[in-house]
C-alpha cells in the first residue's frame, strides 16, 4: 500500500514547530490518497518526540537511536534512513525545508531515483501522485512542480501550513530502532554556540533586522532589545553583515537566509532586491528608514520614515507596556 | 617528458571544437594518479586534483520575466554569471591548490554555450581547465544533472569536489548532493571554512547550524564540499589571469552520452511572478505617536504581537 513517510525533527526531545505542520499537511495530503502517514525521527531521545506525531493523526512512528545517530550528519542521517524506507516503501516522502531537510532528501532522492521538488510552499495530490508549488530565483517566481516518478519527494519551507491537531491526547505507535556508528565518514569533532539561545531565522516567528544604517556592532544592541521583547531573531542585511556589525548567520536575503515569519522589521535597510527577495514571503512587513523613497516602503504594510535611533528605543518601550513587561 | 606526448598538447591549450573533443578523450582516461606521475616530472609529487562544479545563474539583480505562456523565464535580457555560491566554491578550491603545494583546479559545467564565459571568468581566477557537458537541445532536472556530473567527477577521480551551496536559480540544494549519492561519497552542506588534514585524507569544515551554533567537521575524502560565504571573499580576475584564460582548454561532452537514457524526474509546469506586495500605511507624526500607533496596528489590526 503507498504511505506517506514524514522525516520529523525534534529539540530538546520536542517536536519542532515545522514537524507539527508537516505532520498535519501530511495527514491531509493522505486522506486523499487513501494512505497511510508514517513518521520517523532520529537522534537521542527520538522516541519521546516520535510519539508526539500521534497528536496530528500519524498513526505509527520509528525513532532511530543509537550511537550511529549520536550527532547530526547528513551522511549518518541519509544512511540511517535507508533501511526504513526500503522497508516501508512509502511513494512520497516529505520533510521540512531546514537544515537537515534539505541536507538529506536530495541524497535519498538519488538513492531512490525519486523527483524531488524542494523548499515547497504548497503541496496537493493530482492524479494520485504528490503536486508542488515552490518558488525559484529566491522567491522572485511561483513553479508547480509535476513529478514524472514513482516515488515523490518534497521538503516544505516552515510555516507555510497550519498546525492541525486531531487528538492532543493521542501517541503514535513508536518502534525503536538503534544504529550502529561503524563507517562513520563524516565526524562531528566539536560545536561552537557562538551566540547563546537564538531561534534559527528560518524559523522564527518574528525578526528584527537591521542594516548599514546601524554603524557599528554595539548599536546593534538596539535591534536586540527591540527584539527581545518581542522574542524574535535578529536578522541582518548583508551590508551590515559585510561590515562586521554582525555575524554572517544573521543575514536575511539571497545569499544569507530565506525567513517567513508572521512580522519582519526592516530597520536601516534600503531594501535592495537581493534583500527583499529573503524576506518578502513574510506575512508582515514593518519598514524603519529615514529615507522615504527607500524601496523598502514598497514592501512594507507599515512604515514609518524617521531615525531609527530615535524610533527604536521608543517602540521597544511601547511594545513593552503593551506586553506588560 | 617523451614518454608522455601528450602533455605538451594539454599545457599549449588548443581552442576550436574539433580539437577540444579530442583532447577530452585523452584526458578523462588519466586517473590521478597517472596524472601526478606525469607531473612528477615538472611539479610536486603529491598533487592534489580537485574539481569544482559549477552553475551559470541570472545576475542577482535580474528582474525575472516569464513566457506569456507560463512555460518558462523569458531570457532575453538576463545577464548570466557565475552562481554566486559556486565562486565561493571556486576561491576555495584555488586555496586548498595554493595549501597542497600544487595539484589542479577543473571546472565543470553543465550547461548551455553561453555558460562558457562563466567557466572562462573561473580560469581567469585561477582554475586550470574546465569540462562542459552540453545540455543544448536536452530537457534536464537535478536529478539528470547530478548523473552526468557525477559521471564526470568519477572518469577525473577527482579527490575532492567543490561545489556552491545551492543554485540562486532554482535554489534546490540538489545537485551536488545528488552527486555524492550516486558516488556514494560523503558531503557537506552547508561550509564556510575548510582545512585540509596533512595526510591530504581528511578535510575538517566549519558548518554553520542555525542558531549561532557553529559544528566543526572532518571529511574523508573524496568528498564533497558545499560552500557557503565564508570568511573568504572571491578573488577577482587579474588581467593577466584573463589572458591566459583564453587558452587554457575547456573539454566538451554531451549530455546523451553521459545520460544513458535516463529521463528527468520532475517538470516545472507553470511559472507565475508572486503576488505583488504592495506598499501599506505610512505612519506620520512625533515619534512618540507614530511608535504608539504601530504598536497598535500591528496589536489590534495585524495581530501580530
Ligand atoms: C550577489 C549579491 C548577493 C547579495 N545578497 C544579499 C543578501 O543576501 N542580503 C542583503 O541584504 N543584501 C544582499 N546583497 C546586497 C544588496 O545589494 C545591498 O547592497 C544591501 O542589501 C544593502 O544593505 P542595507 O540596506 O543595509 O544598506 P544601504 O543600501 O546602504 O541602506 C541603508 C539604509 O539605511 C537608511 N538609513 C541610514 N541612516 C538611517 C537612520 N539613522 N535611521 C533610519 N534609516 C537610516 C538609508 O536611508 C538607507 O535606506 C547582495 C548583493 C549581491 C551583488
Not at chain 2, 548523473?147 to 535554489?171: C, I, R, T
Not at chain 2, 506586495?277 to 496589536?299: D, N, S, T
Request: glycine letters at 10%; a neutral charge.
Amino acid at each position: 500500500m503507498p504511505g506517506i513517510l514524514i522525516l520529523a525533527e525534534k529539540e530538546d526531545g520536542k517536536l519542532k514547530k515545522y514537524s507539527r505542520e508537516l505532520a498535519s499537511k501530511a495527514v491531509a495530503l493522505a486522506k486523499s490518497l487513501n494512505a497511510p502517514v508514517y513518521g520517523v525521527v532520529i537522534g537521542n531521545q527520538a522516541s519521546a518526540a516520535a510519539e508526539e506525531l500521534g497528536a496530528f493523526g500519524v498513526q505509527e512512528a520509528t525513532a532511530i537511536e543509537g550511537p550511529g545517530v549520536q550527532s547530526y550528519t547528513g551522511d549518518g542521517y541519509a544512511k540511517a534512513l535507508l533501511p526504513l524506507i526500503q522497508e516501508l516503501k512509502p511513494q512520497i516522502i516529505l520533510a521540512s525545508a531546514s537544515g537537515m531537510g534539505k541536507d538529506i532528501l536530495p541524497r535519498l532522492a538519488m538513492k531512490l531515483k525519486a523527483g524531488l521538488a524542494t523548499d515547497c510552499v504548497e503541496l496537493s495530490i493530482e492524479n494520485g501522485k504528490l503536486k508542488a508549488k515552490r518558488p525559484i530565483f529566491s522567491g522572485k517566481v511561483f513553479v508547480d512542480v509535476t513529478f514524472l516518478s514513482d516515488v515523490q519527494l518534497a521538503t516544505a519551507r516552515p510555516n507555510s501550513f497550519a498546525v492541525t491537531v486531531v487528538d492532543a491526547e493521542k501517541k503514535a505507535a513508536v518502534k525503536t530502532i538503534q544504529s550502529a556508528s561503524e563507517g562513520a565518514r563524516v565526524v562531528v569533532k566539536e560545536v561552537k554556540e557562538a551566540e547563546k539561545g537564538m531561534k534559527d531565522l528560518t524559523e522564527a516567528d518574528i525578526v528584527v533586522a537591521g542594516g548599514r544604517a546601524l554603524g557599528s556592532s554595539e548599536n546593534f544592541k538596539i535591534i536586540r532589545d527591540l527584539a527581545d521583547t518581542l522574542g524574535a531573531t535578529v536578522g541582518a542585511s548583508r551590508a551590515a553583515v559585510d561590515a562586521g556589525y554582525i555575524s554572517h548567520d544573521h543575514q536575511v536575503g539571497q545569499t544569507g537566509k530565506t525567513v517567513n515569519p508572521k512580522l519582519y522589521i526592516a530597520c536601516g535597510i534600503s531594501g535592495a532586491i537581493q534583500h527583499l527577495t529573503g524576506m518578502q514571503s513574510s506575512k508582515v512587513i514593518v519598514a524603519i528608514n529615514k529615507d522615504p523613497e527607500a524601496p523598502i516602503f514598497s514592501k512594507a504594510d507599515y512604515g514609518i520614515v524617521g531615525d531609527l535611533f530615535v524610533l527604536l528605543p521608543i517602540l521597544t518601550t511601547k511594545i513593552k507596556e503593551l506586553l506588560g513587561k | 617528458m617523451n614518454e608522455h606526448p601528450a602533455l605538451p598538447v594539454r599545457m599549449k591549450g588548443v581552442r576550436g571544437e574539433g580539437a577540444t573533443k579530442w583532447r577530452v578523450k585523452v584526458r578523462l582516461c588519466w586517473t590521478a594518479k597517472q596524472i601526478r606521475r606525469i607531473c612528477g616530472v615538472n611539479g610536486p609529487p603529491d598533487i592534489m586534483k580537485i574539481g569544482v562544479l559549477l552553475k551559470q545563474t541570472p545576475d542577482t539583480e535580474t528582474k525575472i520575466k516569464i513566457k506569456s505562456d507560463a512555460t518558462g523565464i523569458d531570457e532575453s535580457d538576463i545577464k548570466w554569471v557565475i552562481n554566486p555560491f559556486d565562486e565561493y566554491a571556486v576561491e576555495e578550491a584555488l586555496r586548498l591548490k595554493e595549501a597542497s603545494g600544487g595539484g589542479e583546479v577543473v571546472i565543470v559545467t553543465a550547461g548551455v554555450k553561453r555558460s562558457v564565459d562563466s567557466m572562462r571568468q573561473a580560469l581567469a581566477m585561477g582554475a586550470d581547465r574546465g569540462i562542459r557537458i552540453d545540455t543544448e537541445g536536452v530537457s534536464v532536472d537535478n536529478y539528470t544533472t547530478a548523473l552526468m556530473l557525477s559521471k564526470v567527477v568519477s572518469q577525473e577521480n577527482f579527490e575532492v569536489v567543490f561545489a556552491g551551496k545551492q543554485a540562486v536559480d532554482d535554489d534546490g540544494v540538489h545537485v551536488a548532493h545528488g552527486v555524492s549519492a550516486e558516488l556514494d561519497w560523503p558531503c557537506v552542506w552547508p561550509i564556510e571554512h575548510i582545512e585540509l588534514g596533512a595526510d591530504k585524507k581528511l578535510v575538517k569544515v566549519t558548518r554553520p547550524v542555525g542558531g549561532g551554533v557553529k559544528e566543526i567537521l572532518e571529511m574523508q575524502l573524496p568528498g564533497i564540499i558545499c560552500c557557503d560565504k565564508g570568511e573568504n571573499a572571491p578573488r577577482y580576475a587579474s588581467l593577466p589571469g584573463i589572458m591566459k584564460a583564453k587558452s587554457k582548454p575547456i573539454a566538451e561532452l554531451k549530455a546523451a552520452d553521459l545520460l544513458g537514457g535516463a529521463t528527468p524526474l520532475v517538470q516545472f509546469t507553470h511559472f507565475a511572478l508572486p503576488p505583488e506586495r504592495k506598499a501599506g500605511k505610512i505612519l506620520k507624526g512625533e515619534p512618540e505617536q507614530v511608535c504608539a500607533e504601530l504598536v497598535k496596528l500591528l496589536h489590534e489590526e495585524a495581530k501580530v504581537i
